[in-house]
């Protein structure tokens, strides 16, 4: 089956600190993987995505290569922001257009 | 562009009444929409697949007589929650998938249903 494992939270850092969220999948056949941002309050925002094996989708920043062989797709900033305070969620989509979600991530970042 | 709005973006009601939450696709057409619930500090739920003109596809343990979903037209897709009680209470999250895109969906910005 399908289904995406991700670091559990929460997780604090100081301002220009370096963020690593690590998140892996089980997928048959050849997922797309994404990351999603959400606000306190707000929906989903994608924030970046990667469509095959070994390519690097970033954003804002933020970049996360798709490993096929560790099956992973980690985020990571090499620099926090205080606005980068936020949930974050690895994703997949394989047949059918259907998204499996991780649990999601709470980042805080503190001046 | 790709922007999918939901409205309304809160909602309090009483136990008992019944509560519509669209979701529209602004500047693209979307031939499947998806409903989700998120509970607080958790990952999205997938509730429905939602097709244009088709009756939408329930995941397991939801049930459909309870969340009626209907998609009109391929800018709206509508969930509404019947005979509401307090569990029901929580962050309902629509996508929308553009036509001919591949694995493209645009999130909505979610309704807050609150029920006393």
């Known amino acids: 089956g399908n289904s995406v494992t991700q670091m559990e939270g929460p997780v604090t850092l100081s301002e220009e600190a370096f963020l690593t969220i690590n998140c892996t999948y089980t997928?048959?056949?050849?997922?797309?993987l994404f990351w999603y941002v959400q606000y306190p309050g707000e929906g989903l925002q994608l924030l970046l995505k990667?469509?095959?094996?070994?390519d690097k989708g970033s954003n804002k920043g933020f970049e996360a290569t798709y490993r096929k062989e560790t099956t992973s797709f980690h985020l990571e900033k090499g620099s926090v922001q205080v606005s980068d305070s936020a949930v974050y969620f690895c994703?997949?989509?394989?047949?059918?257009?259907?998204?499996?979600f991780g649990t999601g991530t709470s980042l805080t970042v503190i001046p | 562009g790709a922007v999918v709005s939901q409205h309304p973006s809160w909602v309090i009601c009483k136990s008992g009444t019944s509560v519509k939450i669209e979701c529209r696709s602004l500047?693209?057409?979307?031939?499947?929409m998806f409903w989700y619930r998120q509970f607080p500090k958790q990952s999205l739920m997938l509730m429905a697949t939602?097709?244009?003109?088709?009756?939408?596809?329930?995941e397991q343990g939801v049930e459909k007589d309870k969340f009626l979903i209907n998609h009109a037209s391929l800018t709206l897709s509508t969930l509404t929650v019947t005979s509401a009680h307090p569990e029901d209470s929580s962050f309902y999250i629509c996508?929308?998938?553009?036509?001919?895109?591949?694995?493209?969906?645009?999130f909505g910005p979610g309704t807050r249903l609150t029920v006393l």
């Open positions: 996508s929308a998938m553009r036509t001919g895109g591949y694995n493209e969906q645009f």
């Open positions: 997928a048959t056949g050849y997922p797309s």
């Open positions: 990667a469509t095959k094996a070994d």
């Open positions: 994703a997949l989509v394989n047949t059918g257009n259907q998204f499996y």
């Open positions: 500047d693209f057409q979307a031939t499947t």
């Open positions: 939602s097709n244009e003109g088709s009756k939408a596809t329930y």
